[in-house]
């Protein structure tokens, strides 16, 4: 077990999963608005990567794409219930050159909604003949662990909060027991825990990707509240301390990078969990949240200083954060040599 390694999301990237949106979805309300979103960041992945769409059976998501952007371009039909893959999409591993792809359970953040189809999907990917020659799979299903609540620096270091502790995931598991499963299946040699940090409106009890990310093995972007008057100060004041006193693996105090505390985004009076944070990195880019003010400007610099040789490009998120998710949650990224 001790070869086993959970890339860094900035590893070479062959592609990156979506789950597209349609009538049967969340998203049926406003589904040109988001499938809009869609393709303006799809778009931006098919000029550097591979895409794998995952949509219904005939549902043409080709015509939205130039022929040239469809070379990159595959689509595979399965059913699902939304659109969050980063969360059902399946965890890949490294073991010596061995690609694995692990499939852990999936439940919608704790039995919040449904997720009967989207729980199947990485297994049909994989009978489906998607993915390399010579990349396995894994079935851990009866683990609950969704994507966006983990992070890697790709040295043996997991950044994780205690929505894994949450109700109606792995109880009656404990810390101890969840960070030791943790290390023997993502080959973790240490797992950081914060205590402190949630964003309101937040559906998956604050995974780590909407509030600190790892963009280097020696630095950590993370949102920063300055107001005292918002509801998030203290818990983000006291994440902020926390993240202080964590240590590279190298024995070094991190590099924090701040990102502004988005501006409030209401919906039928409910404030919704826009964060810059939530960003996707793929070959040679960043992927960052807008939000429509003047700080999507501000936490571009600051990320641009997180990634100095990539560019950092916009997108309008204020369609995806209506159904309380942004950029990094409606993706997942395959290392190279997967598809």
């Not at 009656?172 to 309101?200: C, F, S």
């Not at 409106?201 to 920063?224: M, N, P, Q, W």
């Not at 793929?282 to 949240?289: G, K, M, S």
Request: hydrophobic share 35%; glycine share 6%; net charge negative.
């Amino acid at each position: 077990m001790a070869g086993i390694v959970l890339p860094a999301e900035w590893f070479p990237q062959s592609g990156v999963q979506v789950t597209w949106p349609h009538e049967g979805t969340d998203w049926c309300d406003m589904l040109e608005e988001v499938t809009s979103c869609y393709v303006a960041f799809s778009k931006e992945i098919l000029k550097r990567e591979k895409l794998l769409v995952v949509a219904p059976p005939s549902h043409n998501v080709r015509h939205y794409f130039t022929e040239e952007e469809q070379h990159n371009l595959l689509c595979v039909e399965v059913e699902s219930n939304d659109t969050w893959a980063r969360d059902h999409g399946a965890i890949t591993v490294f073991d010596g050159e061995q690609r694995t792809l692990i499939d852990f359970g999936f439940n919608a953040w704790g039995l919040k909604f449904a997720a009967h189809y989207d729980n199947q999907i990485s297994g049909h990917l994989f009978r489906a003949g998607v993915f390399q020659s010579g990349t396995t799979y894994q079935n851990r299903l009866n683990f609950i662990l969704e994507g966006g609540s983990i992070e890697s620096d790709g040295k043996g270091t997991l950044l994780t909060t205690s929505c894994l502790l949450a109700p109606n995931r792995n109880q009656p598991m404990t810390r101890q027991e969840i960070d030791h499963y943790l290390k023997r299946t993502l080959g973790a040699e240490r797992v950081l825990w914060l205590n402190h940090g949630y964003l309101a409106g937040d559906d998956t009890d604050s995974h780590i990707d909407t509030l600190a990310r790892f963009c280097d093995e020696e630095t950590i972007a993370y949102v920063k509240c300055d107001d005292e008057n918002d509801e998030h100060f203290s818990e983000l004041q006291a994440m902020e301390a926390e993240l202080k006193t964590f240590l590279t693996h190298n024995g070094k105090p991190y590099r924090l990078i701040p990102l502004p505390m988005a501006e409030p985004v209401f919906e039928t009076g409910q404030r919704l969990p826009a964060t810059y944070a939530n960003f996707l990195i793929i070959n040679n880019a960043v992927l960052l949240p807008y939000y429509g003010t003047d700080k999507d400007e501000v936490a571009k610099q600051l990320l641009q200083e997180a990634f100095p040789t990539r560019e950092i490009v916009g997108i309008d998120c204020r369609p995806l954060i209506k159904q309380h998710g942004s950029l990094h949650c409606v993706t997942m990224q395959f290392p190279e040599g997967v598809i």
